[in-house]
C-alpha cells in the first residue's frame, strides 16, 4: 500500500485533489497562489523520511494568508509544540477551522485560543476529549464573529459549561454539546449564557440534562433542542414549550412537534 496523503484546496472556486506527499515548496506556492480553502489529511503513517504534513504546519504558521477562508486539520494528531508553530501564523480571513480528531488538549487549545482570528465563524473541535481546563482557554478568545462551536464527544463538566456562558461570543449561532458529562449543575451553569442569537443547541447524551434549569437561558431566538428521550416528561415538554413555543425538540436527530409532544 503506497505511503501518501491527500491535500484538498480550492482555487479560484475549483476544487482540487493532490495525492503524493507536496514538498514544502510547493505547498508555499499553493498558498501563494490565492488557495482559500486547504484541507489536510494523513491516509497512511507515513516513512520516517516523509514529513510533508510536519512541513505544511510549519509554512501555514510562518506567515501570513490572507486569502485562507477554511482550514481542515481533521483527524492529524497535533501535539502543543505543532499547535504553537501554526498559530503563529496569520489568517485574517479564516472563517472555518476544522480541528476535530486531532488529540488536542488544554496546553494546545491555548495557543489556538490566542490566535487573532477576526473573521472565525465555524470551529470544530468535536472527538477530541477536551476537559473543563482546556475549555477555560478556549473562552479567553476574542472571536466577535463565531456563530457555531462543535463540542461533542469531549469531557465538558459543570466548571466547563460555566466557562462556556462567560464567552465573549456574541453571535453564536449554533452549539453542539452531544456526549460530554453535563449534568444537573452543568446545565443550570450553562443556561447563564448570554447568547442573544443562539438558534441550535444539542445537549444529547449527556448523562442528566436537568430542563427546569436549562428553560432559565435567556436565548429568546432559540428554535432546535436536541436531547435524549429520557428527560422528556410531559412537564419538561411543558417548560420548553412555554419557554420557547416555535421550539423543535429532536431525540436523535426526529423532531418532535407540539402536537406529538403533548402525548410524552
Not at 481533521?74 to 489568517?91: E, H, I, M, N, P
Not at 453564536?172 to 447563564?192: C, V
Request: glycine share 4%; proline share 5%; aromatic share 6%.
Amino acid at each position: 500500500m503506497p505511503l501518501f496523503e491527500v491535500v484538498q484546496y480550492r482555487l479560484q472556486g475549483l476544487l482540487k485533489q493532490e495525492r503524493g506527499f507536496l514538498t514544502t515548496s510547493e505547498f508555499r506556492t499553493m498558498l501563494h497562489n490565492a488557495v482559500t480553502t486547504i484541507s489536510l489529511a494523513q491516509l497512511a503513517h507515513p516513512h520516517p523520511e516523509h514529513l510533508a504534513i510536519a512541513d505544511h504546519l510549519t509554512v501555514l504558521g510562518s506567515g501570513s494568508w490572507p486569502q485562507l477562508t477554511s482550514l481542515n486539520l481533521s483527524g492529524l494528531g497535533l501535539d502543543s509544540r505543532s499547535v504553537a508553530q501554526l498559530a503563529k501564523g496569520a489568517w485574517p480571513m479564516l472563517a472555518e477551522l476544522n480541528l476535530s480528531r486531532t488529540t488536542l488538549n488544554a496546553a494546545a487549545l491555548w495557543h489556538i485560543a490566542k490566535s487573532p482570528l477576526p473573521q472565525l465563524e465555524k470551529l470544530d473541535l468535536s472527538f477530541n476529549w477536551l476537559d473543563d481546563e482546556a475549555v477555560l482557554q478556549l473562552v479567553a478568545a476574542d472571536w466577535p464573529k463565531l456563530q457555531c462551536l462543535n463540542l461533542r464527544f469531549n469531557t465538558l463538566r459543570a466548571d466547563g459549561t460555566h466557562a462556556l456562558a462567560l464567552s465573549r461570543w456574541p453571535l453564536l449561532k449554533h452549539l453542539n454539546l452531544r456526549s460530554n458529562l453535563i449534568t444537573h449543575e452543568a446545565t443550570w451553569k450553562l443556561a447563564h449564557a448570554k447568547w442573544p442569537v443562539l438558534e441550535e443547541l444539542d445537549l444529547s447524551a449527556n448523562p442528566a440534562v436537568d430542563i427546569p434549569g436549562l428553560v432559565q437561558g435567556h436565548w429568546l431566538q432559540l428554535q432546535s433542542l436536541t436531547v435524549d428521550n429520557s428527560v422528556l416528561s410531559q412537564d419538561a415538554v411543558a417548560l420548553l414549550m412555554r419557554k420557547w413555543s416555535r421550539l423543535q425538540i429532536k431525540i436523535k436527530g426526529k423532531k418532535l412537534g407540539a402536537a406529538a409532544a403533548a402525548f410524552i
